[in-house]
């Protein structure tokens, strides 16, 4: 492809919509392969993850764990003044973290002469993108990764500086006294932990009968006790119906008949597919009854020539799964015959306070899918690091195949609750993906002292020979 071809808007080997983590690992996957590509993306790219949700989150809840642990330092011998937060200040430097990455990522799109088109588009029936600025970009493979927006709830509009979606709660200035988070799954318990971090007091309801559907129910029950231990008023198997206006905020009501009234009111029930519009109707890519793309195990879309990844379509809503998606989808482009990728054994991290990580079945799940199993569980509590950083709730528990003779076999799941259990997920779910057994893992020395001592314990006591867990 020469300059002119590119100056006129193609045709390019690959046109990516949408530059989320889905988009612009497709895109920077697909250069390194000797691709020709251009990325369209209406604002920055980066998507939700960098922008709006997993980077400037996770910066806000790092900016709690440094408040808590001045709080705390007396513990530890280290006389300091009570902490005192300085939110706007916070708010520049997660802004300042969330523009370096922005930056870096930019200079790489164009490292590898990625062609970056920053407008709306649409595709057409001719496999072209029509942006709102009056321009076609066309491509000889076309892959749409748009993204996701946050689910609103009847009666709840966002906007304004009492009802706030995920993205909005992230660009507070002021912390609210009282807050009332709605949603108790990994997006809901993160904002929960953090704002009860920072000193405001708390109430999160889900309408199902437990926080964090489909975790297991080990790692559920260490954050439920960590969250009331923190005075956190959580409430399940609750719904709203909606609100109205109160002395000092809002007040939530409740399908019960009771009420709660807050100064900010989190929405927190999840995110929508943003395939409005996407796609011409003579286009061909069909979407399934809430909106997501429909695609195939290699993310081929009833298009043909047209790929989806990402949030747009029904798997989970990770960025990483987004990564790993765009390899299978270039890779089929390329006639490569990918792996489709294995939903059910993807990484899941939750970093509310304590972090949540876990990989493969739950215990639940796996007697559910038909198997005997054999379980053993170890709690922080009893890991020497864990005592030294004064973070003993939590857990580590290995769900196994339960072979003929009784022993355990494969390692079907693994899921944690503790400190920095996010950072040590890794070995656990290279365990699950490659259906190791606790003999062969066990065999692998840990560390001491370290945290990760506690999977290599529990590990090991699936063998039938432990040390300190029975």
Not at 149 to 177: A, C, N, Q, W, Y
């Amino acid at each position: 492809m020469d300059k002119t071809e590119a100056a006129t808007g193609g045709p390019y080997d690959l046109v990516v919509l949408g530059g989320g983590p889905g988009g612009y690992a497709a895109a920077l996957y697909a250069a390194s392969a000797g691709m020709s590509v251009a990325l369209v993306e209406r604002d920055k790219v980066g998507g939700t993850c960098l922008h709006r949700g997993c980077v400037p989150a996770k910066e806000l809840l790092e900016t709690a764990a440094v408040f808590r642990t001045v709080a705390e330092a007396a513990q530890f011998g280290v006389q300091a003044s009570a902490p005192v937060l300085e939110l706007p200040t916070s708010q520049v430097r997660k802004q300042k973290v969330v523009d370096q990455l922005w930056k870096g990522l930019s200079g790489l799109m164009k490292s590898r002469r990625i062609e970056v088109f920053q407008a709306e588009g649409r595709l057409q029936a001719d496999r072209s993108i029509a942006l709102d600025d009056g321009r076609t970009v066309t491509g000889r493979h076309v892959l749409l990764a748009t993204g996701s927006l946050p689910r609103s709830l009847e009666g709840f509009s966002f906007g304004g500086r009492t009802i706030l979606s995920s993205d909005e709660v992230l660009d507070l200035k002021e912390l609210p006294s009282t807050a009332v988070v709605i949603g108790g799954g990994a997006i809901g318990c993160e904002f929960a932990s953090l704002l009860s971090d920072l000193g405001s007091a708390v109430t999160l309801i889900e309408a199902m009968p437990t926080l964090l559907p489909g975790c297991d129910e080990d790692v559920v029950e260490v954050v439920l006790r960590s969250f009331r231990k923190r005075r956190i008023d959580v409430r399940t198997s609750t719904s709203v119906t909606g609100h109205h206006a109160g002395g000092t905020g809002t007040v939530v009501d409740l399908a019960d008949g009771g009420s709660v009234e807050a100064e900010a009111v989190v929405v927190a029930v999840g995110r929508r597919p943003l395939s409005d519009g996407i796609a011409e109707s003579g286009a061909g890519v069909a979407l399934d009854a809430r909106g997501f793309v429909e695609v195939d195990s290699r993310m081929r879309t009833s298009a043909e020539g047209v790929w989806a990844v990402g949030d747009v379509v029904a798997t989970p809503q990770l960025a990483h799964v987004g990564f790993a998606e765009a390899v299978v989808a270039v890779k089929d482009m390329l006639g490569e015959g990918p792996v489709p990728v294995d939903y059910h054994a993807v990484p899941w991290c939750i970093y509310s306070r304590p972090e949540v990580a876990f990989a493969g079945y739950s215990e639940e799940q796996a007697k559910r899918a038909g198997f005997e199993v054999v379980v053993k569980k170890d709690p922080f509590g009893g890991n020497s690091r864990a005592r030294i950083l004064g973070e003993t709730d939590g857990v580590v528990k290995v769900i196994a195949e339960r072979l003929p003779d009784g022993r355990a076999g494969r390692i079907l799941g693994v899921h944690m609750a503790g400190p920095w259990v996010t950072e040590q997920l890794g070995q656990a779910y290279l365990a699950v993906n490659w259906e190791a057994t606790p003999d062969e893992v066990a065999a692998y020395l840990q560390p001491h002292p370290t945290l990760s001592e506690a999977f290599g314990e529990t590990v090991l006591a699936l063998t039938g020979r432990g040390l300190h867990v029975g």
